[in-house]
């Protein structure tokens, strides 16, 4: 623990400016003071706290990286410690921001026409807009260039059809970048802006579900959804586009889990030091400090990692594999860490008066979406050998390629 009460073993403190270690400290405070007290209440009940959404915006972390539109325009390694404690929070809280800025104003920035960037960035920057990103699908999810959903010329506009799933925001959301196979299946995917409330466009909450539960999940539906052809987001070629996104939210997330790891351990260490048995702390005990020595070994490499990648990418260096590779240690790495942390609480574990067990459930999805660790693995994989092994056997004996991440 270093001077602030941060887990900081190789004083990573040092790494950051004054501006950085601001903006943290900001959300860090916010946080406490407004998410935490009634985090296990939000998770229970199945709630996304909307009222804070006008806080948020508040603050800017809304576009944060952007310098047009009124955005703040901070560097990269400024919003990974956003990300870090917001998921500190709660990976609900994370993954709400994270959707706006890398996969709704991303795209509408980086391909979207002068028209549909002057209408929708101000209104998303401002929180009183929401949006959300429809590429998932749920016969499509690691290889997501055998969607299903389609975009038929029609005359001026586009008739879309298809099922999209797990989409954070989705029935809440004003405007969602949905992405489709044009051409009725056969041409490239495209992205498209669908407005809430445009006939056949409809989205349904799924609510049956353990883990981010303080977040909203959908299922978007579209039946002949007739779009004009200006909701075309014209810069968007190929499922690469789309890739690109993922890209920019992957980065969010490999901070983002390096927080809630930093929450188990803080509450296990300080449990570990307290908690009497056998007539000793549980924290004097061999087992329990191999376990803590592994913990904060692991937040401390992660750490770093997100550091580096950080100076990387507001250098303009960074590749999407090294996201990849953070992405999949950091999450993986925190779920294990959350899963340790409910053991070291015993019976404990179990209970939402602890925030352990709502982060080991949350980190079930966190080391899902964006890409799972077999399909980052993958990535690397083929980065490091030039080999591609997403390469699949058809029926018909013809190779299938997983599309480049």
Not at 71 to 97: I, K, M, P, Q, Y
Not at 107 to 115: C, F, K, N, V
Request: glycine share 10%.
């Amino acid at each position: 623990m270093n001077q602030f009460g941060d887990i900081d073993y190789f004083l990573c403190e040092d790494l950051l400016s004054d501006q950085e270690k601001g903006i943290r400290d900001t959300v860090r405070s916010w946080i406490d003071s407004k998410y935490l007290p009634k985090a296990a209440e939000y998770f229970e009940q199945g709630i996304f706290p909307l009222d804070l959404i006008p806080e948020m915006a508040q603050m800017g972390l809304f576009g944060f990286k952007m310098k047009e539109y009124g955005g703040r325009g901070e560097n990269n390694t400024a919003f990974g410690l956003v990300c870090r404690e917001l998921e500190r929070g709660d990976s609900g809280l994370r993954s709400f921001v994270s959707v706006m800025n890398a996969l709704v104003m991303f795209p509408i920035a980086e391909y979207g026409s002068p028209e549909q960037k002057e209408r929708w960035l101000p209104l998303l920057r401002s929180g009183k807009a929401i949006g959300c990103f429809g590429l998932t699908e749920p016969d499509a999810g690691s290889d997501p260039g055998s969607m299903r959903t389609t975009a038929v010329r029609d005359g001026e506009g586009f008739i879309l059809n298809g099922r999209k799933m797990w989409i954070t925001n989705g029935s809440i959301a004003d405007v969602a970048v949905v992405w489709a196979k044009t051409d009725g299946g056969t041409g490239p995917i495209r992205g498209f802006l669908i407005e809430k409330g445009t006939p056949g466009f409809a989205a349904h909450d799924i609510s049956r579900k353990f883990s981010l539960r303080a977040s909203i999940t959908s299922a978007l539906v579209l039946d002949d959804v007739v779009t004009p052809a200006e909701n075309l987001l014209p810069g968007t070629i190929g499922l690469g586009s789309a890739l690109r996104c993922l890209s920019e939210a992957r980065y969010g997330i490999a901070w983002g889990a390096v927080g809630a790891a930093m929450a188990c351990f803080e509450t296990v260490l300080k449990y570990a030091r307290s908690r009497i048995q056998f007539g000793a702390p549980l924290a004097s005990f061999q087992l329990v400090q191999q376990k803590l020595a592994w913990m904060v070994t692991e937040i401390t490499k992660a750490q770093l990692l997100c550091s580096r990648l950080g100076r990387l990418k507001d250098e303009g260096k960074a590749r999407h594999t090294h996201i990849s590779m953070a992405k999949m240690n950091n999450a993986s790495q925190a779920l294990k860490i959350a899963r340790i942390a409910r053991d070291i609480l015993g019976a404990n574990g179990i209970s939402l008066g602890f925030p352990v067990i709502r982060h080991m459930l949350n980190l079930e999805t966190v080391n899902t979406y964006e890409g799972t660790e077999d399909i980052h693995t993958l990535v690397i994989g083929r980065d490091i050998t030039g080999m591609d092994a997403f390469a699949c056997e058809t029926k018909a004996g013809q190779r299938g390629i997983a599309p480049s991440s």
